[in-house]
């Protein structure tokens, strides 16, 4: 084999002169532009690392923000539960309490209607028996109307106090009496002697009738009344059985 050590030469020169207008213009504006997309790759991996630093900060944060929010909503709900069973517990005394209230013055009120309706029928009784007893007297005959009750009178007028029995028929004035019917004369006589028996000295009296007393006499004097009448007694005896006073 035969080699053209010229053409072989020539080649070579060929070919390092066509590496090194490669290189010169083709090679260093590729490896500027690499060497820049290298550049620009490198800071767009900066800036996606400090987003991606800066994301998963923000997404801690926002994990603590959320547990944080989660604590206080449990803090809340804790606290929004104890008032609530302290505004039950307080709502339930209050109503207790107003329910006792109304037992009580349910209590009450039926108390005062029993009673009221106890009276009211203690009343309706004893009018009946005042009624009944009062038409009974009036069948009783006329003389023991005045008759029987002068020396009651006379007796009654006896326990007034001293001073109090000076002043009645003081000076001559007529002691006035009222009688349930029209006194005889022997009557009137018997009720001045027994008046001044236990007055001390000689009295008159005046005489009004009043046919309300039902039977009986009563004497009124400037500071004291005597009631010795039938009617009296029944007053008596319905206020005891009312309860409104005693017999």
Do not use: Y
Not at 85 to 103: F, N, P, V, Y
């Amino acid at each position: 084999m035969h080699i053209d050590w010229w053409t072989l030469g020539l080649q070579t020169i060929n070919l390092l002169v066509l590496v090194w207008i490669l290189s010169r213009f083709l090679f260093r504006p590729i490896a500027g532009i690499i060497r820049e997309r290298q550049a620009a790759s490198a800071d767009l991996l900066k800036k996606a690392e400090v987003e991606r630093d800066k994301a998963d900060l923000e997404e801690r944060q926002a994990e603590q923000d959320k547990e944080e929010a989660e604590r206080a909503r449990g803090e809340v709900l804790k606290s929004a539960a104890k008032e609530a069973e302290a505004e039950k517990t307080q709502i339930l005394a209050a109503a207790r309490q107003e329910a006792d209230k109304l037992r009580a013055q349910a209590k009450t009120d039926i108390e005062r209607l029993r009673q009221a309706e106890e009276a009211r029928s203690n009343r309706q009784a004893s009018e009946l028996a005042v009624e009944i007893a009062a038409k009974l007297f009036n069948r009783l005959p006329r003389n023991a109307r005045i008759g029987g009750f002068v020396d009651g009178l006379a007796e009654a007028v006896a326990k007034l106090p001293e001073r109090t029995r000076a002043e009645i028929g003081a000076a001559g004035a007529p002691v006035m009496v009222k009688a349930a019917q029209e006194m005889s004369p022997g009557e009137v006589t018997a009720l001045e002697a027994a008046l001044s028996k236990v007055l001390g000295c000689e009295v008159a009296v005046s005489v009004t009738v009043d046919p309300e007393l039902i039977a009986g006499l009563e004497l009124e004097a400037a500071h004291a009344s005597v009631r010795n009448s039938f009617a009296a007694d029944l007053d008596r005896i319905a206020n005891g059985l009312t309860g409104d006073g005693q017999e």
